[in-house]
């Protein structure tokens, strides 16, 4: 499951206190009428403290639980998450819920010990609107990051749910190269092909079946040839993929220049990711070939090592990519690792 599908709505800090005293405001105690005036509101003020502390404090200490162990999940999504939103930032501001938490269960302690050795009911009432003030203000302070919760639950939970044990194929490239034609080619037999919002860009899985095993594809967002530390977050969000589940890539090229990146650029980030990425098998394809002459086909494939040739928006060529993918696999091991799909 992916690890961040149990967040749910996360309240600013004006909502969360209109609703808290709100429903504050309407509890009822019962209490005996021959009970002293002072005792009344001594357990009516002290009841209301109770009623907002456990709340509030419960309700903070609940967006914690919501994140997983951010040291326990997979890598893949480890790296994801960070590239989106920030780990250090996340740990941070989780930590400070459950301080704030602790904080306001000791308002209340303090509070409705006041309350209770109160001698009139206005000095009760006085030590539940102090304590009011003093909560209040405890949550307010969290106003930027809940606000900051908010977005991230915005982009994490909205992040694909991979089998971080299945085989794995990662088509990547250029972008506007044929990437999400091929993966939908190949799925089209089990239309299991979703689209996951990341920032300004999609990432589209698809499943199928090889013999008796489970086999997943993803299609990365384009990542662009430059260096490592200029990339933006769609294509860290491609290289972590990469990285973290492929059990093998497939390539693909598009010497048409339809994509608007020349063959040159798309050769040199062919060979970044060889560098970056050794032991990965990688299949090279040449897409669009139904818009090349003969002629420019094979002076493209002189500059490509065993390319396979397809037009993925016509599924040609799409089925011989895939088994030689499988097949690269094969020889490193990979696919015995697989789950194999239930009978």
Do not use: W
């Not at 996340?90 to 109160?118: F, M, N, P, Q, T």
């Not at 009139?120 to 930027?144: H, N, Q, T, W």
């Amino acid at each position: 499951m992916q690890p961040f599908s149990k967040i749910k709505k996360i309240h600013r800090s004006g909502e969360l206190l209109d609703i808290v005293f709100h429903r504050a405001s309407h509890l009822s105690l019962d209490v005996p009428r021959r009970v002293a005036p002072v005792v009344k509101a001594r357990k009516r003020e002290a009841a209301r403290v109770k009623y907002i502390s456990d709340n509030l404090a419960k309700y903070l200490v609940s967006m914690v639980k919501m994140f997983p162990n951010l040291d326990d999940i997979h890598p893949f999504y480890r790296e994801l998450a960070d590239v989106l939103v920030g780990l250090d930032k996340l740990r941070e501001v989780l930590a400070s819920l459950e301080g704030s938490a602790r904080v306001i269960r000791k308002i209340a302690r303090e509070k409705i010990r006041e309350i209770k050795v109160s001698n009139e009911p206005r000095d009760a009432a006085r030590a539940r609107i102090e304590a009011y003030a003093r909560i209040a203000s405890v949550i307010r302070k969290l106003r930027r990051r809940l606000d900051f919760l908010i977005d991230v639950s915005k982009k994490l939970s909205k992040l694909p749910t991979v089998d971080t044990d299945a085989f794995t194929i990662v088509v990547a490239g250029y972008p506007n190269t044929g990437k999400s034609s091929f993966v939908r080619a190949v799925s089209s037999a089990k239309p299991e092909i979703a689209e996951y919002p990341f920032t300004t860009r999609n990432i589209i899985m698809g499943h199928f079946s090889y013999g008796n095993f489970r086999c997943q594809i993803i299609d990365t967002p384009g990542i662009l040839d430059r260096p490592m530390s200029e990339r933006n977050q769609i294509e860290l969000q491609a290289i972590s993929a990469i990285r973290h589940i492929a059990n093998v890539a497939i390539f693909i090229i598009d010497p048409t220049l339809t994509c608007g990146y020349p063959l040159e650029r798309q050769l040199e980030l062919l060979k970044e990711i060889r560098e970056t990425f050794p032991t990965l098998p990688i299949i090279n394809v040449i897409n669009k070939v139904d818009l090349m002459s003969s002629e420019k086909l094979e002076e493209v494939k002189k500059k490509v090592d065993n390319p396979i040739e397809t037009v993925a928006i016509q599924k040609i060529g799409v089925n011989e990519a895939i088994e030689a993918a499988i097949e690269a696999s094969k020889h490193q091991g990979e696919l015995k690792h697989a789950k194999e799909v239930a009978l």
